[in-house]
């Protein structure tokens, strides 16, 4: 059901269809700032991210672009991938999520397709980065500029000079940001991430943490949406 869009998108290019597709995530960026609940602002928003999820990348820009226009209180926090916590992919469906991704990619305008996969030493180095950005006040940095070398740059964030160029494209000190390399504190926080995850109800990514629901996949951003509006609007209650 949620690819429906790329249907009324399509007839809408013909002239053949009316509704204002694609909704990038609801109707928040068609919406006039003055226009935002009041009651919205500061409420929680989780996304759990994989560096190695392209649906995070994909969904990690209007993630931000909701979470600026309600004026959410946005937390990421990323987990390892299925692959390195011992769940199996199978190939056919490893091959699909890589053109489903890249439709979607297309949808949304989104850079996307020199691929360069960082299962393994590349999302542990990008997951030990992550603490350094955040302390640096720069994880939203961070994570774009790693996802969109990862999967529109093909750049591979397992070497030194990949990961110099991701950090730097971050707006970070590399030399600072090597010595957190040896730091392995970040494992025990992405298992944490991993189990708040589970216990909400969700075991893969992108998935959407509001005050009382689990939403998964990038392309749920309308339901996000609702959930955020049902409650402010509990709230009036």
């Not at 009651?39 to 990690?60: D, E």
């Not at 926090?77 to 469906?93: D, I, N, T």
Request: aromatic residues 10%.
């Amino acid at each position: 059901m949620e690819r429906l869009d790329h249907l009324a998108h399509r007839l809408n290019d013909l002239g053949l269809g009316s509704a204002d597709w694609p909704l990038p995530y609801g109707r928040a960026k068609r919406a006039r700032l003055k226009d935002v609940p009041e009651g919205l602002k500061g409420k929680p928003l989780v996304m759990f991210f994989s560096f190695r999820s392209p649906y995070s990348y994909l969904a990690l820009a209007r993630t931000y672009a909701m979470a600026d226009h309600y004026g959410l209180n946005l937390k990421i926090r990323p987990v390892l991938p299925m692959v390195m916590r011992g769940l199996s992919v199978p190939k056919a469906k490893r091959f699909y999520i890589l053109k489903d991704a890249a439709r979607e990619a297309r949808l949304h305008k989104v850079p996307f397709g020199k691929v360069c996969d960082p299962v393994g030493p590349g999302v542990e180095r990008c997951m030990a980065i992550w603490p350094f950005a955040e302390k640096e006040g720069r994880l939203r940095e961070w994570l774009r500029a790693a996802a969109t070398g990862i999967w529109s740059q093909g750049i591979n964030a397992a070497t030194d000079n990949g990961l110099k160029f991701l950090v730097e494209n971050a707006g970070l000190d590399w030399n600072r940001a090597r010595r957190w390399l040896d730091d392995d504190s970040w494992r025990d926080r992405a298992e944490d991430n991993r189990n708040v995850m589970m216990e909400a109800g969700s075991w893969g990514v992108p998935s959407f943490l509001t005050e009382n629901t689990m939403v998964w996949g990038q392309d749920r951003f309308a339901v996000i949406e609702a959930c955020l509006l049902a409650s402010q609007a509990d709230d009036k209650d």
